[in-house]
């Protein structure tokens, strides 16, 4: 099937056509038809089935398709504030950029604008390019709000909302930024929703937000791509390092992401990888913009071997050709684990998922296997055995909201003649 087979225009056609495409993948085969009759869209697509082009290409499309009639009433009730007519979410500022990039390359034939905003940078910059006439915005929830509240947006007349990787968005707090937004815009709007996981409060945002949506999904609900092969190795959690210091000199990896639980993690894992000659680099919410894109450059660049993120600050990365994911900390919700090994095995390549688990860790494996429906497979490699006199733990650690709900019985905090005392 070719991209003019879906119904694009010819102009849309030549463009991605020359920008190398030539087949349109299974989320774009089914999504872009819908999209262009009008409907909502539910759609369950991982990070590398080309998702972008799914909601982008029917959306341009439609701007170009809407009558200069339309477009002057649209100028008209404007009150001299810029008016936004397709509107997409991201959840974070790495996967803001590469979304305005891609429509902004497959919009370059064309009379729409694009413009971005995400948090970590300036306003001004943001400000200059919405006023000049941004037809469509990309921009992350908070600061997106920043810029209404500011009103230098103006949402009352989105005519398309793409909610790009929904599930991050809610894992990530957004869901009270979502609402807000909703509230500055009308009913009467095309909405395409994708997400790569479908937990209950997904998906009661989206039937919240859709009407009649077209449900489609390329691959199972919370499944991995079939391209990636998946390992994990039993290790010692004090063996971790040197284990993952001996996978990538013993088997000459030259492109590794590595993830960490926290942000404090990944600064010392690069040092310390440093140490053993490997160079690396990390990313996390606590670097400024410009340290996280020069470090993905490098890392693209091949300038480092090894980038070490959180799930956050991951979020989004495009690395094309990427072959090995590791997971130095197993991720504590097990939908992070499919967002995580979905870096690799890209538009249809191979990948490696490494999972390195620790004793106290194997409660994290059996989310993810329960969530996964499947068993991952182990290896005990030589020489980095576990230790067998190491007693596991009985129970998975407590969550953060059962310690909050302890200690809340705990101290039950009351009023007495005024005063907040403790009982």
């Keep these: 099937?070719?991209?003019?087979?879906?119904?694009?225009?010819?102009?849309?056609?030549?463009?991605?056509?020359?920008?190398?495409?030539q087949t349109p993948t299974p989320v774009?085969?089914?999504?872009?038809?819908?999209?262009?009759?009008?409907?909502?869209?539910?759609?369950?697509?991982?990070?590398?089935?080309?998702?972008?082009?799914?909601?982008?290409?029917?959306?341009?499309?439609?701007l170009l398709d809407t009558p200069e009639k339309d477009l002057k009433a649209i100028a008209e009730s404007a009150n001299a504030k810029p008016q936004i007519r397709a509107l997409v979410l991201t959840p974070t500022r790495e996967l803001a950029q590469q979304v305005f990039d891609s429509i902004?390359?497959?919009?370059?034939?064309t009379t729409i604008k694009t413009a971005v905003a995400y948090g970590g940078t300036s306003m001004k910059a943001q400000v200059s390019a919405i006023r000049a006439g941004a037809d469509i915005l990309v921009a992350t929830p908070g600061r997106l709000l920043d810029h209404a509240y500011v009103g230098t947006v103006d949402l009352a007349n989105v005519e398309f909302l793409v909610l790009d990787e929904a599930d991050r968005m809610l894992d990530?707090?957004?869901?009270?930024?979502?609402?807000?937004?909703?509230k500055r815009m009308k009913t009467a709007r095309q909405t395409l929703f994708f997400s790569a996981t479908?937990?209950?409060?997904?998906?009661?945002?989206a039937y919240d937000i859709l009407d009649e949506p077209k449900l489609i999904e390329v691959t199972p609900s919370n499944s991995t791509a079939v391209t990636v092969e998946q390992m994990v190795y039993p290790v010692d959690k004090h063996r971790k390092r040197e284990l993952l210091s001996y996978l990538i000199g013993s088997r000459n990896w030259q492109q590794v992401l590595v993830f960490t639980k926290t942000k404090q993690g990944t600064d010392e894992l690069a040092k310390e990888l440093g140490l053993d000659g490997i160079k690396a680099v990390s990313i996390n919410g606590d670097k400024s913009q410009g340290a996280r894109q020069r470090a993905l450059n490098d890392f693209k660049e091949g300038k480092v071997r090894v980038l070490v993120a959180t799930d956050v600050a991951a979020r989004g990365l495009d690395i094309e050709q990427l072959e090995y994911v590791v997971n130095f900390d197993m991720p504590f919700k097990a939908e992070d684990y499919v967002h995580r090994i979905g870096r690799t095995g890209r538009a249809g390549q191979t990948g490696h998922a490494i999972s390195l688990m620790s004793l106290d860790e194997e409660w994290a494996l059996k989310a993810i296997?329960?969530?996964?429906?499947?068993?991952?497979?182990?290896?005990?490699?030589?020489?980095?055995?576990?230790?067998?006199?190491?007693?596991?733990?009985?129970?998975r650690p407590r969550g953060r909201?059962?310690?909050?709900?302890?200690?809340?019985?705990?101290?039950?905090?009351?009023?007495?003649?005024?005063r907040h005392v403790r009982k």
């Design 1 to 21: 099937m070719s991209f003019q087979a879906l119904g694009l225009h010819s102009q849309l056609v030549d463009t991605v056509t020359a920008l190398g495409f």
């Design 28 to 62: 774009q085969q089914q999504a872009i038809p819908e999209a262009l009759a009008g409907h909502d869209i539910m759609a369950g697509a991982q990070t590398g089935t080309g998702k972008t082009a799914a909601f982008a290409l029917p959306v341009l499309q439609r």
């Design 104 to 109: 902004a390359a497959y919009s370059a034939q």
């Design 172 to 182: 990530m707090g957004f869901i009270d930024d979502i609402k807000r937004i909703m």
């Design 198 to 205: 479908f937990s209950k409060q997904v998906k009661k945002l």
């Design 369 to 395: 296997e329960d969530l996964l429906d499947t068993r991952l497979p182990q290896q005990w490699l030589e020489g980095y055995e576990p230790d067998p006199t190491i007693k596991p733990p009985e129970n």
């Design 401 to 418: 909201s059962a310690e909050k709900r302890k200690a809340k019985a705990k101290h039950k905090i009351h009023k007495n003649r005024g």
